[in-house]
């Protein structure tokens, strides 16, 4: 029997509805091809361990919905919102997302090879433990998020706001910082060796190790703040 609101056809967009697992087992059941979500629900819906493998998502709503261990690679993610959903260890290599609201989602030991993020706001989101090479961050909120032991070694990252968030045992080395913000990050262990500072806010970074930051090019005014921060005056 047709599921309501799910049409048959793999070439058409299936929008304006409310997905649950039973229907996307049904569309995967029915082949492999590309399919389109448009202006649909997955609120709080358990897609977990499902091959989605390709989909497509525009401006769907995926609010406290549980992807984890799904298969998500070269899935493509438009102006979706999904507060508090969760991508724990799923399969997300080639992903991409564009302007997408995922407040306080969980990332942890996802797969993330070749995913890009742009324009998105990932404020409080938890990317511990994961793993993959060619992850792009660009225009992003990254407020208060948890990036432990990531790695941006000799990356371009352009207008990421890590204000606040956990960047303990990061690699920043010889990453180009273009505008955005380290303000107030914890950094313990953080390595920006030959990264380029100029250009991004570090109010409240605090050197706790000189020689995690060695060769690192700041400005002089960044200099500046940073020797009054320890109480020194520059004369």
């Known amino acids: 029997m047709k599921q309501s609101g799910v049409n048959d056809s793999t070439d058409t967009p299936i929008r304006n509805a409310t997905l649950t697992r039973g229907m996307m087992e049904a569309l995967i059941a ?3 091809e590309t399919r389109v979500f448009e202006d649909c629900t997955f609120d709080e819906g358990d897609f977990s361990r499902l091959d989605l ?5 525009k401006q769907c709503s995926a609010i406290e919905t549980s992807w984890y261990a799904a298969t998500l690679a070269e899935t493509q993610w438009h102006k979706c919102r999904g ?6 260890a799923t399969d997300l290599a080639g992903a991409t997302f564009l302007n997408c609201d995922w407040n306080n989602a969980n990332w942890r030991r996802s797969k993330q090879s070749s995913v890009s993020f742009q324009d998105c706001k990932l404020t409080g989101a938890n990317f511990e433990g994961v793993t993959g090479l060619g992850l792009e961050f660009s225009d992003c909120l990254l407020v208060g998020a948890d990036l432990r032991g990531m790695s941006f070694r000799r990356g371009r990252l352009l207008g990421l ?24 990050v914890h950094a313990k262990l953080t390595r920006f060796d030959g990264a380029d500072l100029r250009e991004t806010d570090i109010d409240g970074l605090q050197l706790l190790d000189a020689k995690l930051f060695r060769k690192a090019l700041i400005s002089p005014q960044q200099a500046a703040a940073l020797l009054s ?3 020194l005056i520059v004369a």
């Open 161 to 184: 706001d890590f204000s606040d968030a956990d960047i303990s045992g990061c690699d920043f080395r010889e990453a180009e910082f273009i505008g955005g913000s380290l303000r107030n």
């Open 229 to 231: 921060a320890w109480g």
């Open 53 to 57: 493998r390709g989909f497509v998502f």
């Open 83 to 88: 507060r508090q959903a969760d991508f724990e």
């Open 30 to 32: 029915q082949g492999q």
